[in-house]
């Protein structure tokens, strides 16, 4: 039979509201005192103490009614301090249901103001750390209240107690130790660049009505909690546990300190990966080490360690090799880092990755790090996506009114041979803005602005485009037309209801009237565009996440004719993944429940390459990495145009999440690929690829096959 939580709770008190011992009580020179128990000493004071607070919690607790409702069987542990100046602080509830923390939270909050416990005739502070399981069978309770000396056991078998504090007032009374409480949750970390984890609280962060901004990537958790309760929904994902394997492996960080006003976790991670693809075994063997933490409110710090060997399905190696930087090394992982070679078959890819956010205000958020930044609502994006490599990077987040301004300035490397000196890669700059503007309740309009300059003649970092609010078009044409290569972008999405929305993106990489609204079709009409649409909970299943998108870019955008100053980093476009001159339509949908998810993506595409022989040798505006003076013609310039290509691939994927404090994952894969070019060539020729994947993954970060 279940028993009240107030009785359970009452017995609760009745077990193990005491301190460790009767020698522990010996240390205490005076113990709190409730104006009721005054003119009591030793082991009376302490009981008398626990009486009273037993009978105000008996009287004040009100049993939520979901606990009830679910006839909820476990355990639930609470740290207690009763500060210097005789306050009642409840510093950490464990509990299933948030609704239990919030009742003893506001029950304890209003107990009175009481002469605190002194040590050396100095007030001190005193904690209490009690667990209970429920429902809880009444136990035999002795006339003394205290638990038994230095075993931290109480006289019930169905509760036990820990005293935090052993010590008072010695010469570390300032350094405590706290439960963590998921601190992550608010603070100025980046929620890991994930599409399917973004999936799980995008719908809270597009319902109508609200004044925030959904384009700038990857968020910070402090601004997504305000709509979407991570707390919550990880209590119900939590398992019950008592062993401390057990907690680690399903509910915890591994390694966590918690002081007064900072903490960090350390995790292990892997990305482990075996599988066939294209006629020959593939696998992935990532180890990593991850380490966040924050030092105070405003300051927060992350950094990722990643050591990897793998072999890939034929068409990814062959993309990896495609992308070879200078210096012997047989590729670059798209998306990770330059690989070297691994015995026979395979690569050796090392990647790091970190930042420190700082948020000097409400209105402002500073990062320095070595990562990516994605900009826009869709899977792909056609101003600043997560494809390529990591790179080092300033951005400044300033979010006020309806209005949300980023800045970012990155260091970015052509790493191609022709650029190459003494061993050195050659080093270029970007620098962007976005302008996110809530036009209304429902529309959302964003401006956007990049330019990429190179390091020569000692330029070095250019402090012009330092100046955040000024447009870069304008200082391109100060530093001479060859200065540098700027970009301007147009993005919109409209709420049409708390379930479905609809997004765009528009780029221009060349801005003169008679070529981009010409009828001539000119090789100057350099822009792309984007257009989607999301539908949250549909059909009325909840989790239930559907998502339609077309792009289109034209043919020598994000290219320059100066190589160097093109719109990539390390080989690989930092917008779109296919570079320029194609056309793609993509279905996508996401399902959760409980820890089980699933995913399917389905893309379409035309893509035009070059056919790179002695006959035809031109560039045909596909790949960024290529001077625009090589191209065929100057009008009647079409997408597809040179080795016309249709790409169908088609990404199936379910798992289950092992962990969601570090995101570790169990899943299976499948992914068909079919590339049919007009004409065979050395580099594109017709394939097609099935490649089945099983693995175990640490989800930090997006990592694209769909090339």
């Given at each position: 039979m279940k028993l009240p939580l107030r009785s359970l709770l009452v017995l609760l008190l009745l077990t193990t509201y005491s301190l460790k011992a009767q020698e522990a009580l010996s240390d205490i020179e005076k113990y709190p005192v409730f104006e009721s128990c005054e003119g009591q000493s030793g082991a009376a004071l302490a009981e008398c103490f626990n009486a009273t607070l037993q009978q105000f919690f008996y009287e004040n607790f009100k049993t939520p009614d979901i606990v009830g409702e679910e006839n909820y069987?476990?355990?639930?542990?609470?740290?207690?301090?009763?500060?210097?100046?005789?306050?009642?602080?409840?510093?950490?509830?464990?509990?299933?249901?948030?609704?239990?923390?919030?009742?003893?939270?506001?029950?304890?909050?209003?107990?009175?103001?009481?002469?605190?416990?002194?040590?050396?005739?100095?007030?001190?502070?005193?904690?209490?750390?009690?667990?209970?399981?429920?429902?809880?069978?009444?136990?035999?309770?002795?006339?003394?209240?205290?638990?038994?000396?230095?075993?931290?056991?109480a006289d019930s078998d169905n509760t036990s107690l820990v005293v935090v504090q052993d010590q008072f007032n010695t010469e570390y009374e300032d350094i405590k130790s706290f439960p963590y409480q998921n601190e992550e949750y608010t603070s100025q970390l980046n929620i890991p660049l994930s599409h399917q984890n973004y999936a799980m609280f995008d719908p809270a962060m597009n319902q109508v009505g609200i004044n925030n901004h959904t384009a700038q990537k990857p968020y910070v958790y402090e601004e997504v909690n305000k709509y979407y309760n991570f707390e919550a929904a990880n209590q119900k994902l939590l398992k019950k546990k008592s062993s401390w394997l057990g907690r680690k492996w399903w509910n915890e960080h591994m390694g966590i300190v918690k002081g007064e006003d900072y903490w960090f976790t350390i995790d292990p991670g892997v990305d482990l990966q075996v599988g066939r693809g294209d006629g020959v075994d593939t696998y992935n063997n990532t180890r990593l080490v991850y380490f966040q933490g924050g030092l105070g409110k405003k300051l927060n710090f992350f950094a990722a360690v990643y050591e990897s060997q793998g072999r890939f399905a034929g068409y990814f190696n062959r993309y990896a090799e495609s992308l070879r930087p200078d210096g012997g090394n047989p590729a670059i992982i798209p998306g990770r880092n330059i690989a070297e070679p691994f015995r026979t078959d395979s690569y050796d890819y090392p990647v790091a990755e970190g930042y420190l956010s700082y948020a000097p205000s409400q209105h402002f958020n500073i990062q320095l790090g070595h990562g990516k930044n994605f900009i826009g609502d869709g899977y792909r994006s056609l101003l600043l996506s997560d494809n390529a490599s990591p790179y080092p990077y300033l951005r400044l987040n300033t979010n006020f009114w309806k209005l949300k301004y980023t800045n970012t300035w990155m260091s970015l490397r052509d790493v191609r041979s022709e650029v190459t000196l003494d061993g050195s890669f050659r080093t270029k700059y970007m620098a962007n803005h976005y302008l996110s503007i809530n036009v209304t309740k429902r529309l959302n309009i964003g401006l956007f602005e990049a330019v990429m300059w190179e390091n020569d003649n000692d330029r070095g970092f250019d402090l012009n485009y330092l100046n955040p609010v000024i447009f870069y078009r304008a200082i391109e044409f100060t530093t001479g037309s060859r200065g540098g290569n700027a970009i301007i972008g147009l993005s919109g999405k409209y709420k049409f209801s708390d379930q479905i929305n609809a997004y765009s993106q528009v780029v221009i990489d060349e801005f003169s009237s008679g070529d981009v609204f010409g009828g001539d079709q000119s090789w100057k009409n350099k822009l792309g565009f984007q257009i989607g649409a999301k539908y949250y909970n549909a059909f009325g299943v909840k989790n239930l996440y559907l998502q339609a998108e077309y792009n289109q870019v034209r043919p020598y955008t994000y290219s320059h004719n100066t190589i160097v100053l093109n719109y990539g980093h390390q080989n690989q476009p930092m917008a779109h993944l296919w570079g320029a001159n194609f056309r793609e339509g993509i279905l996508i949908a996401r399902y959760f429940n409980g820890r089980w998810f699933g995913s399917a993506k389905l893309t379409f595409g035309e893509r035009g390459f070059d056919f790179n022989t002695a006959e035809d040798s031109f560039y045909y505006g596909g790949g960024i990495y290529r001077d625009e003076g090589d191209r065929p013609f100057d009008t009647g310039i079409e997408i597809g145009q040179g080795n016309t290509t249709s790409v169908f691939i088609g990404e199936f994927q379910g798992g289950y999440l092992i962990n969601p404090a570090t995101n570790l994952k169990v899943y299976a894969s499948l992914l068909f690929r079919d590339f049919t070019p007009d004409v065979d060539t050395a580099t594109e020729f017709a394939s097609s690829s099935t490649w089945f994947n099983l693995g175990i993954r640490t989800d930090l970060c997006n990592w694209y096959f769909d090339f």
């Open positions: 069987t476990g355990v639930m542990v609470s740290l207690l301090e009763v500060t210097a100046e005789g306050e009642f602080k409840v510093l950490y509830t464990e509990a299933v249901y948030q609704e239990l923390k919030d009742e003893v939270k506001r029950v304890f909050g209003e107990l009175p103001k009481i002469e605190p416990a002194t040590y050396n005739a100095k007030p001190t502070y005193v904690q209490f750390q009690f667990s209970v399981n429920l429902p809880l069978q009444a136990p035999q309770i002795t006339q003394t209240t205290t638990a038994t000396a230095n075993t931290g056991t």
